[in-house]
């Protein structure tokens, strides 16, 4: 409809746009002037300053829907660096170890229930996590030089990391509940392993504190290990065995040296903050010895099963290079990146271990 001062389709009053121009160009004599002159000072009038205004506030608010999906790829990017996934070899390994000596015993695997173990204890693991970091941080032990600086540097606010943490421990909730719906392993059996090593990931660093009184390498040791292995097995098979317990010792040893070198690298900073840790307890020297240890004794369990049992054991004795390269590098006392690189070799020993039990001919295995 044109407008009804100037008659002109191409006003803006027309388009119910800026209907004050034709009433402020009648107040200025625009009553004397041709529908042609009002139509091109009311274009004069659209490219005033206000109107620029209003231009670029509608920019800015362009700028803003646009910059939205890169704080949230950033947000989630900081939630990925905050479950420090560099250490789920030591959750993955044990799954997969306990389903393979499952399938070695019963000579059938379940692909659902061996995805579905591995969920649950990834999530447990990856809330252990963000437990430790929320835990570290108040109590002053992160700081600038840590390795998990998610708080210390504001990456994410500390309610973030507890909000992610019980949504993570909720997750494996439900995927525990699913396993037991599908799997034939009795109730109280799949509860008491569950619970069992979900308190320990969070009694780590929460309530108790094992971390803070030595006791960490004890927890470590048992949950990533042989609680672990025990987990996917039973789930698989439907029943407890004494069995895996026995073959995660190499693992358990393999992951309590990511834990180990870890705390020997923050030995300095963990005593100024007031804590005690196994590395602090026993000093510089025979935490390297320890280290060893924990680095060499599984080659050893693999070449007494590889001569007598089965060949296929001898796999994970091609990782030995990579152990004697973090053995020279622990001794240099250059510390940096040495939990990565040992939990790399911790999943790759893993995964060689897998491949040897898999490959053994049926009873060729103790127990199994």
């Known amino acids: 409809m044109p407008c009804p001062v100037c008659s002109s389709e191409m006003c803006p009053a027309a388009r119910d746009r800026n209907k004050a121009g034709c009433v402020l160009l009648l107040r200025d004599g625009g009553a004397s002037m041709g529908p042609a002159d009002l139509v091109q000072k009311i274009s004069i009038s659209a490219e005033s300053p206000r109107g620029n205004e209003r231009n670029g506030s509608g920019s800015a608010l362009a700028g803003v829907d646009g910059a939205a999906p890169g704080r949230w790829r950033h947000k989630c990017a900081a939630y990925v660096l905050a479950l420090r996934p560099w250490s789920f070899s ?18 059938a695997l379940d692909p659902g229930l061996l995805v579905g173990s591995a969920v649950t204890v990834l999530a447990v693991h990856g809330a252990g996590n963000l437990v430790n970091t929320y835990y570290d941080f108040s109590k002053g032990i992160d700081h600038k030089k840590s390795d998990d600086r998610t708080l210390v540097d504001q990456i994410l606010e500390p309610q973030d990391v507890v909000r992610f943490g019980v949504f993570l421990y909720t997750v494996g909730c439900i995927c525990a509940a699913g396993l037991y719906a599908v799997s034939t392993l009795k109730l109280e059996h799949l509860a008491l392993i569950y619970f069992g090593g979900l308190s320990s990931s969070f009694l780590y660093t929460g309530g108790i504190g094992f971390k803070y009184v030595a006791l960490g390498d004890v927890v470590i040791l048992i949950t990533f290990g042989p609680l672990a292995v025990m987990f996917a097995h039973a789930v698989q098979v439907g029943y407890l065995s004494v069995s895996p317990l026995l073959y995660a010792v190499p693992l358990a040893l393999s992951t309590e040296a990511i834990l180990h070198s870890n705390n020997t690298r923050d030995m300095e900073s963990d005593r100024q903050a007031g804590i005690v840790t196994l590395a602090i307890l026993i000093g510089p020297t025979f935490s390297y010895v320890l280290y060893t240890v ?4 599984p080659y050893l369990i693999f070449c007494v099963l590889a001569t007598r049992y089965t060949i296929s054991m001898a796999l994970p004795l091609l990782t030995i290079p990579m152990a004697f390269s973090l053995e020279r590098q622990f001794r240099s006392q250059s510390f940096s990146k040495i939990p990565q690189r040992t939990a790399k070799l911790n999943l790759l020993l893993g995964l060689f271990y897998v491949f040897g039990i898999t490959l053994a001919p049926a009873g060729a295995l103790p127990k199994l």
């Open 90 to 107: 030591a959750s993955l390994t044990p799954v997969a170890l306990g389903s393979a000596l499952a399938y070695r015993a019963e000579g």
């Open 294 to 297: 924990l680095l060499f004794l």
